[in-house]
């Protein structure tokens, strides 16, 4: 049947070879069923990389290090322009496929997640141009310091299944600029999309420099996070993920790049604007289905303006359309798994099961094909409580009622969370008070979950470290190195 996020086009052409050394292969490891969570139908199935062939991947790519890391900046620059002219030209094929794999209203694949990867590639292409850094000197005389910024070597990018294209883009594009090789693992629930950009890496890149394996973290992801060729190994990912890398990457020193999840605080006071704050949790609480990061989730509402909020809130989240046969009506999809699903359900069940919590709106599975879970607002939650505590991955927001503005940012910050935060006050002194206390990567001032390229993303805590975007990405991507030349002081 017509799925709700099912693009009423022709079905887009699927890719399910992997790219290993310049070359378009099939898997030959166990082979996956790949869903659509809007309908559960399964699209196509996938045969994972073996062992053997994440190997070859491996030693492809440490081989063609050394021509790529000697490529000079510019050179590298034009083919990330390439990648990202060939992206746009078949942004509306690779939206299909994002729509497609993850359950997404293929409007917002295409105007967001299409629009934003094809600007990281050109971004970085820029960047990479016009790095700035330390002043070489005469630090002992006779001899002149100076600094190269150089890349690292063969890195093992490993992505999540929230925003495979825009996430792969986060990984390549700096990685890439940066000089490095990559191997790169999909999710092994939303390959499709990636395997579309195989074609143009292998027409772009000198064989080797980038390399996508299908699989799963235990087979897949773990061999390559503990073979000693790969230098470095960035994830986007779950905490206990990234714990598990680091155990693996202990064995050979690597370096690692961690962003992994998030229960990002909204502080709300009493003199906010609230239509701003009802139209930006409706839209940023509950995005993806709710499956980000920085997703709008756990609210602090002032006294004063609390039970105003609430009110208001409930009836806009249950406003909410999702699961609708027109794709343009739909503003958000399904969960990406029937497990996704369950564990959201059993997040909220539990939380329900405390007298104190109260049910606005929402709280139930959708009946009808696909993962949906309602858009669920929850009432009464209190600060020790696992739904105010933990990351839920989906469309849940809870609402914590606070008296005195230090309490909020005291529960803001009580948490083994650090990624992004926001604070909501027509004062703008207030404002910048509370933005230099909380502990997060980002807080935004009377907004919520605005990316853009030019800025680092990253957490603090157990959100991880390192930064996505900017220009302090290529530096994580990237090592800086001492040379040395003795000239002699005399001229004569
Ligand atoms: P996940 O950790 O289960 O999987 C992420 C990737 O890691 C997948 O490709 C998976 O196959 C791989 N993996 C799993 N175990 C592995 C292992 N032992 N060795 C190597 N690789 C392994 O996460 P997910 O369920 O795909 O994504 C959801 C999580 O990602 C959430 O916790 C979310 O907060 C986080 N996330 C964080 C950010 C950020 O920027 N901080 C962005 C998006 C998602």
Redesign the pocket.
Known sequence: MAGAATPHTAPPQLFTSLLIDGELVAGQGVVEPILNPATGEVLTHIAEASTEQVETAILAANRAFTGWSRTTPQQRSNILLSIADAIEKNADHLAQLEALNCGKPLHLARQDDLTATVDVFRFFAGAVRCQTGQLSGEYVPGYTSMVRRDPIGVVAS??????PIM?AAWKIAPALAAGNTLVF?????TPLSVLALAPVFSRLLPNGVINIVC????G???H??SHPKVRMVS????????Q??LQ?AAKTLKRTHL????KAPVIVCNDADIAAVVEGVRTYGYYNAG????AACRIYAQAGIHDRLVAELGAAVSSLRFAGKRDADNEIGPLISVR?RDRVASFVERALSQPHIERITGAAVHSGPGFFYQPTLLAGCKQGDEIVQR?V?GPVVTVTRFDELSQAVDWANDSEYG?ASSIWTQNLDKAMQVAGRLQYGCTWINSHFMLVSEMP???LKR??YGK?LSSDSLQDYSVVRHIMARHGSDLA
């Open positions: 490993i992505a999540p299944w929230n925003y996430m693992k999909p999710s092994e629930h699989g799963g973290g235990e897949v992801g773990s390559l996070v994830l986007t990912g779950d905490i206990v993920t990234g598990k890398i693996a962003e992994l999840g998030g499956q980000d990061c920085t996704q990351e991955f990624l993303h990253g957490g959100s991880g996505d």
